[in-house]
């Protein structure tokens, strides 16, 4: 069910770029990814690993849902008034020189989504938590049919250009929020009614247990938040929007390919987590993950592959053929990538995310300073080498970590 969840969002998903992309052309494409980028890069440094963190307590049973939900959102609140005060000045007084080329309103505009972006993130992964994918899944269909809706109504019948696309992106991030809070009154009603057990108040007390989590998983995930942006950035930094515009769809084509990652990880994430006494069952289901998941993400590129070559240009239009082979580039390193998620997913579900985090350094250092290095002389081909290798190394150094797990009790 996941997994078709994921299909039938990418889907979606690549109706919107394709709609985008042919309609704005490569530096509108371009803009329009910078300029949600802002409230994106604020949701991942400021969530503090909450959401991870939540999965883990939930399903070890530490916390209920009513806890996690009070304590979430109490929580969103202070990272979202924190978040405004960063980036409301630096884009005040750097806004040109960080995004150079994408004008001021549409980083304001963008900035806007933030608080929606953040407390969806928050309270979704408690659905995840308490393993009630149907609402999860629904949850996260929502936001793209609904932006589908919008950027047809806005490009086509208004013609509103970029500002009406970032607007639909907004407008469905909202309805998905709406969704998650009907989902979980419904949690919510089922363990009032519930005979009441004993259990710690949700105040500071879980504050501080899930941040003494979620601090570790936090800066593995800003990490590689980095790692999947940095090239984008970069490529905007040294080449133009148009040049970004192109890239992205190489990029946003080949994240697809994590559809399969995305969808077990999810589902193993709390079910590993509630193997900490059996840590030998726990390896080996996340070694079955990994197998499972590098095989079909491989299949599926090398398929993806062949299409791209034939209609990259008919479906994307004539200027966006030069991600192509941005896109051949990016494929090894997006297959490993793909299978290392399941083992990330074991490192944390064994209490060890901080592993993650130190393995995160080492790729993010790889990943710059090859963009830095390669993209002056190679353009996007370079981006998406520097990024294939990072990925690399990834993947390979969590091979080896992730069978230490199992002296991790």
């Known amino acids: 069910m996941t997994l078709g969840r994921q299909i039938t969002a990418a889907f979606v998903q690549l109706l919107i770029v394709v709609l985008i992309a042919r309609q704005l052309g490569p530096e509108g494409n371009g803009v329009y990814a910078m300029a949600i980028l802002v409230p994106t890069l604020l949701a991942n440094f400021l969530n503090l690993g909450i959401g991870p963190a939540t999965v883990y307590h939930i399903s070890r049973g530490d916390f209920t849902a009513r806890q996690a939900v009070a304590g979430n959102t109490k929580l969103a609140v202070v990272i979202i008034a924190i ?67 919008g950027v047809l109504f806005t490009l086509f019948i208004l013609d509103a250009g970029i500002y009406g696309v970032l607007t639909s992106f907004i407008v469905g991030q909202f309805a998905a929020l709406c969704a998650v809070s009907l989902f979980l009154r419904r949690h919510l009603y089922r363990e009032k009614r519930s005979e009441p057990v004993p259990v710690e108040p949700a105040g500071g007390g879980y504050a501080r247990k899930v941040l003494g989590y979620g601090w570790k998983a936090h800066l593995s995930n800003v990490i590689t938040f980095i790692n999947y942006r940095a090239d984008i950035f970069l490529v905007n930094f040294f080449l133009s929007p148009a040049a970004t515009g192109i890239y992205v769809i190489a990029v946003q084509i080949a994240e697809k390919l994590w559809m399969p990652s995305q969808a077990i990880s999810t589902v193993l994430f709390p079910r590993l987590s509630a193997m900490s006494d059996r840590p030998k069952k726990r390896l080996e289901l996340a070694n079955k993950g990994f197998i499972l998941v590098a095989t079909i993400t491989a299949l599926t590129s090398g398929m993806a592959a062949l299409v791209l070559y034939w209609f990259i240009g008919p479906v994307f239009g004539d200027a966006y053929r030069d991600a192509l082979p941005a896109f051949f580039w990016l494929v090894p390193g997006v297959v ?59 993947a390979l150094v969590k091979y080896f970590l992730v069978k230490k797990t199992i002296r991790q009790r």
């Open 336 to 394: 490993l990538w793909a299978g290392a998620r399941v083992q990330s997913n074991c490192i944390a579900a064994a209490g060890k995310p901080e592993w993650n985090m130190y393995v995160s350094i080492g790729v993010l250092s790889i990943n710059i300073t090859g963009n830095i290095l390669l993209i002056p002389d190679y353009g996007i081909v370079g981006a998406a080498l520097a990024t294939s290798l990072a990925y690399t190394f990834d």
């Open 83 to 149: 978040g405004f005060m960063i980036a409301l000045p630096l884009l005040l007084l750097w806004g040109n020189t960080l995004f150079p080329g994408i004008p001021n309103p549409l980083l304001y505009i963008g900035l806007a989504s933030f608080p929606v972006m953040l407390l969806l993130a928050l309270l979704n992964t408690v659905l995840q938590g308490l393993e009630d994918f149907k609402a999860f899944n629904a949850s996260v269909l929502l936001p793209p049919f609904i932006t589908l809706i």
